[in-house]
């Protein structure tokens, strides 16, 4: 019932830039946190950023001073700014987001938690 899609991922040089996007819809009430988790060959999937609907984040120690997530709640779209790439980031990132689903009035409400479909980034020279 809610659907991630980001963009913005690419091939890009050591110390480049990129933006990843993600934007939700469906029939959402609410979008309590949203985040970009990322997962390397070989690796587990691992926490890259979060940010609730307050504007608090959490960043992972490897990225924090070069990765700035942001969140444009009329939108319901998230960016992540990776700034300094380095090789080691080289990995599928996902969108998540959690929240509540939209109900008719009387209806219970109930949460749902959604992720995108991933988006490669790649930093190599």
């Given at each position: 019932?809610?659907?991630?899609?980001?963009?913005?991922?690419g091939l890009v040089q050591p110390g480049g830039s990129l933006r990843l996007s993600c934007a939700a819809s469906g029939s959402i009430f609410s979008i309590n946190a949203m985040g970009w988790?990322?997962?390397?060959?070989?690796?587990?999937r691992e926490l890259v950023a979060a940010i609730t609907s307050g504007g608090?984040?959490?960043?992972?120690?490897?990225?924090?001073?070069?990765?700035?997530?942001?969140?444009?709640?009329?939108k319901n779209t998230v960016y992540l700014q990776m700034n300094s790439l380095k090789p080691e980031d080289t990995a599928v990132y996902y969108c998540n987001a959690e929240g509540v689903v939209a109900a008719p009035i009387?209806?219970?409400?109930?949460?749902?938690g959604?992720?995108?479909q991933g988006t490669q980034v790649t930093v190599s020279s």
């Open positions: 019932q809610v659907q991630l899609v980001e963009s913005g991922g988790y990322r997962q390397a060959p070989g690796k587990e608090s984040t959490n960043y992972a120690d490897s990225v924090k001073g070069r990765f700035t997530i942001s969140r444009d709640n009329a009387g209806s219970v409400r109930v949460p749902f959604s992720w995108g």
